[in-house]
């Protein structure tokens, strides 16, 4: 991972939950540095959401900014308990860094309902200040994992008006991923020179295409906290650039894309492009439910063609369609054609695609121009064994 100037990273043990690996992070950004997040919209979501998405309202951007994560407890559905956590945390952070409260932000991941240990997490913040190096990236993406079965990082490198500008991105996730806004935790820096309501814009907008369009288990968390803090260390204005928001782009997707293949239990990374729509929301809705549907899921699982299955979640999903226009593909197969089986299609053709770890299916529904595409994986016994003992 490359270094962002303008922000430092440490990672430390707090056993919060886990034993003998690194679960609590702390970025601080430099002073001149813009925030833009976008959040969970749950109507469960968790103390430390609530508390980002009211300190981002504000404009303080010459004060720096502190962001600290912690892996095993979630401090959702924790009342007033959680508030004060989150509180305490926010503080400890902002005694030992020297920022103000406002521009302390904190997120938290893990098992819901629990107390969160906060007395583990603040006696460690030392700890963490004391060793801030802009080279502990790395570290930071491994403090941040829960069920997640490595560490998740993206980067790219765009040039703008004949300057460098880089940007580095680390995100967790495996399960309880359908979005909402954003998905997970993710945390993306950039030495990039932005004004606040233009990198929220942009945010929003990429966020929408990447993040907005996966999912594992059709579960949206109470914790989804996607933040992106632009330090403008490379002195290069970025506003309006193409080419940083193109860039910007392949970083959500490559880290978007990353938390589908490492979801639990999958084997399979799974992308459906929907066509011929009547709008593009339409196709999206189309997608996500042939995403979302366990008997579409379980199929590709079983690496069976069961193309009714595409067909069954079509039709369920809400958005306009016509049984009598609807195409699927299989990889390069035609499937279906126009309501009905094609004739040159063979089982064994079909069969033979689900094998691959990359399954496209392709949807036309006839009737309009829209189009999206999503990307999901499948669902196997071992998202099951995951997810029976998690507490434990």
């Not at 430092?8 to 540095?33: H, I, N, Q, S, W």
């Not at 929408?208 to 594992?216: A, E, G, L």
């Not at 914790?223 to 650039?241: E, F, H, I, K, P």
């Not at 496209?360 to 003992?389: E, F, K, P």
Request: proline letters at 3%.
């Amino acid at each position: 991972m490359p270094v962002i100037d303008g922000v430092r990273f440490a990672a430390v043990e707090a056993g919060v939950k886990y034993a003998g690996r690194k679960d609590v992070m702390l970025a601080v950004c430099d002073p001149g540095t813009a925030v833009a997040g976008v959040f969970t919209r749950s109507a469960t979501r968790a103390a430390p959401v609530l508390d980002c998405q009211a300190k981002l309202r504000r404009a303080a951007a010459d004060t720096g900014a502190a962001i600290l994560v912690n892996a095993g407890n979630a401090n959702a559905f924790t009342g007033r308990n959680g508030v004060a956590a989150t509180d305490a945390v926010v503080t400890a952070v902002a005694d030992a860094t020297g920022l103000p409260p406002a521009r302390v932000f904190t997120a938290s991941t893990g098992v819901i309902g629990e107390p969160l240990p906060k007395d583990r997490i603040t006696r460690k913040i030392g700890d963490l200040v004391a060793t801030l190096s802009p080279n502990a990236i790395g570290d930071a993406a491994e403090a941040i994992m829960t069920t997640d079965t490595y560490p998740k990082g993206a980067e790219a490198v765009c040039d703008v008006a004949g300057q460098s500008v880089t940007i580095a991105g680390i995100a967790k996730g495996s399960g309880m991923i359908a979005p909402d806004m954003a998905t997970m935790l993710v945390y993306i820096f950039t030495d990039a020179q932005i004004g606040r309501d233009d990198l929220q814009a942009l945010v929003s907008r990429l966020n929408d295409r990447t993040f907005n369009c996966i999912t594992v288990d059709s579960d949206t968390s109470t914790s989804d906290t996607l933040l992106c803090a632009a330090t403008g260390a490379s002195g290069v204005d970025v506003t309006g650039s193409t080419a940083f928001s193109d860039a910007l782009h392949s970083v959500m997707l490559d880290l978007a894309h990353q938390v589908v293949r490492d979801g639990e239990g999958a084997t399979k990374f799974v992308e459906i492009a929907v066509t011929g729509a009547a709008s593009d929301a339409d196709a999206k809705t189309h997608g996500l439910s042939i995403a979302n549907s366990p008997l579409v899921k379980t199929a590709i699982a079983g690496e069976d063609p069961n193309w009714g299955r595409i067909v069954m979640a079509v039709g369920k999903s809400g958005a306009a369609a016509d049984r009598d226009t609807l195409s699927i593909r299989f990889g390069d197969v035609l499937v279906a054609d126009r309501g009905w089986v094609s004739p040159n299609y063979e089982e064994a053709d079909g069969a033979a695609h689900m094998t691959g770890d990359h399954i496209r299916i392709g949807v036309d529904i006839g009737i309009g121009t829209g189009s999206a595409t999503v990307w999901t994986c499948d669902l196997t016994h071992g998202y099951i064994s995951i997810n029976a003992d998690y507490r434990s």
